[in-house]
């Protein structure tokens, strides 16, 4: 049973390009969040989604950045017009729909570490 | 709104001593708390979870934690240090909304010396 699948693990971007990070979740898994890891720091939620909709989303910054989750495929979360700033880890976890969502576990994938140069 | 302190943003201690790391936690509701473990460049991995069973929590590797609500705490420790325990670890509390989104504290470095 493969577990959480995040590609590309590295990602080198120039300022005003565009990033795209995937997310293949656990299977049987439909529930898919996506967190931000900067440096020297813990992860932020950023957004949560189910298969085509996206539940909450408060954590995403309001520019550039959008999530989708389609029916067939992994989640992408996608940077537009990358920034400096924007350099960070990004991780996807992922969660077993038929549990209730506060105890139950979230399995983490290894990340995609965005460079912004 | 909910919160963690992770106390010590690095801790090291000698192979063989205990191990402790600090957690306090701020919540309206009874908390659900986790504790996560991250090796370098790799993603995150459960230890232990508290979903308001026993109080006394034992996780993979060796380590515990014990919810005190009377202290807000959730704090991780391990008897014996072991040199493959030096990795970063973060307490976290679940988003009672039932999204199952996670509060994260800042992590904590464990650096185990021979």
């Known amino acids: 049973n493969a577990g959480v699948m995040q590609n590309p693990r590295h990602l080198v971007r120039r300022r005003g390009q565009e990033a795209r990070l995937r997310c293949s979740p656990m299977?049987?898994?439909?529930?898919v969040y996506w967190y931000r890891q900067l440096p020297e720091e813990g992860l932020k939620f950023m957004v949560y989604?189910?298969?085509?909709?996206?539940?909450?989303e408060s954590g995403m910054p309001k520019e550039r950045f959008s999530a989708e989750f389609p029916k067939e495929g992994p989640s992408i979360l996608r940077i537009q017009q990358v920034v400096r700033g924007d350099s960070a880890a990004y991780f996807c976890?992922?969660?077993?729909?038929?549990?209730?969502?506060?105890?139950?576990?979230?399995?983490f994938g290894q990340g995609t570490r965005l460079t912004v140069v | 709104a909910q919160s963690v302190t992770q106390l010590g943003s690095h801790v090291s201690v000698s192979e063989g001593a205990l191990v402790l790391l600090r957690c306090n936690y701020s919540?309206?509701?009874?908390?659900?708390l986790f504790w996560y473990v991250q090796y370098p460049n790799q993603g995150l991995q459960l230890l232990l979870k508290?979903?308001?069973?026993?109080?006394l929590v034992k996780g993979i590797n060796g380590f515990e934690a014990e919810f005190k609500k009377s202290e807000t705490s959730f704090h991780l420790t391990k008897p014996s240090a072991h040199m493959s325990d030096a990795a970063e670890y973060f307490c976290?509390?679940?988003?009672?909304?039932?999204?199952?989104?996670?509060?994260f504290g800042q992590g904590t470095t464990l650096q185990v010396k021979p």
């Open positions: 976290a509390v679940s988003d009672r909304s039932n999204t199952g989104k996670l509060i």
């Open positions: 508290y979903t308001s069973a026993a109080t």
């Open positions: 989604l189910q298969k085509e909709n996206i539940i909450d």
């Open positions: 919540s309206s509701v009874p908390p659900y």
């Open positions: 299977k049987g898994h439909s529930h």
């Open positions: 976890a992922s969660s077993d729909p038929g549990q209730s969502h506060g105890r139950t576990e979230a399995f």
